[in-house]
């Protein structure tokens, strides 16, 4: 799973991050976590590590925060090996006129 979505996915579901000083810690709603979503957080620990430390994404538009939505794309004209990567567009508010944005998952970067 990539991993904008994969946090757009944990956003949508409540599931909290934070970075503490033993790594990282995560809560979750009870069964909000499925097997997929946790071999997912497996690969990408150290990224969600920074994300908890850093909750914020960069975006053509600047800085945001993820919203947890999603908008499904049709997908008739996609190849099957590229579908993941055009399947959703991500919700995004912009820290600098707080407007919701859709942007596709790999236009949209952790914070540095």
Known sequence: MMLMLLLTELVRLGVKLAAEPDGLHVQAPAGALTEDLRRAMIAHKAALLRFAACPYVETMDGLGTLTGTRKEQD???????????????????????????????????LAS
Do not use: C, H
């Open 75 to 109: 997908l008739t004209f996609v190849v099957p090996q590229r579908q993941e990567a055009w399947r959703y567009k991500i919700g995004v508010v912009s820290l600098n006129d707080d407007m919701e944005r859709f942007y596709w998952p790999r236009m949209v970067l």
